[in-house]
């Protein structure tokens, strides 16, 4: 039946992807592993969003059955001791910047990837990460943006993470700019980018020791 889910929900069949659900939860089976299968179709479902076979509808859609799925796995969850995140990422798009289209979507795609997200909104004034690095702890920053004054932004926001002492602690990836490439990473300063949320999600895994 693990097949089943995967396949089900990435294929966004929302009534069979819950009845196989609460059919394996009813049968006993450990909530954990039914939540992994159902991150493992989310995958798949970034996956066909990058390659242009799903849109943002349909991303939006499977996030809607993927809550329905946590809502019914949660009460059994919350027993689940071996319940763990991978990680935690502090996500921003930079001061004068209020695109958040893109900014959710990484954020989704990480939550459902077992991050713990620190999502901190638009606009968000370089402090506002420092702060949040320093109250969480989180060993990963992205920081996104769509206009072209984003990139400044970007930069100002590392150099104060560096003023701060605070370089050395974290891995920063940067994207949403439709231009950004390597050398917009070199000159804000940041570890990596990303031209989609699966190129994030990729970056994120390998820096938390995890797989592509």
Sequence with gaps: MSDDLVKTLADLKEKEALKIVEDRINAGEAA????NDARKA??????????????????????????????????????AAEFKRVGKVV???????????????VDF????????????????????FV?????????????????????????????LIKAAGLRDEVKIMIGGIPSVDDNVRKYVGADGFGRDAMAAIAMAKEWTGGKK
């Design 131 to 159: 702060d949040k690095i320093r109250e969480t702890g989180a060993p990963i920053v992205g920081l996104s943006g769509m206009l072209t004054l984003a990139i400044d932004s970007m930069k100002e926001t590392v150099q």
């Design 91 to 105: 996500l921003g798009t930079v001061a004068g910047d209020i695109h958040d289209l893109g900014l959710n979507i």
């Design 42 to 79: 989310m995958e798949i479902v970034g996956k066909r969003f990058a390659n242009g076979e799903y849109f943002i509808p349909e991303l939006v859609y499977s996030g809607e059955i993927m809550k329905g799925i946590t809502n019914i796995l949660r009460p059994k969850l919350a027993h």
């Design 109 to 128: 795609m990480l939550d459902v990837n077992g991050f713990e997200v620190y999502n901190l909104g638009t606009d968000v004034p370089p402090q506002k």
């Design 32 to 35: 954990l592993k039914v939540l």
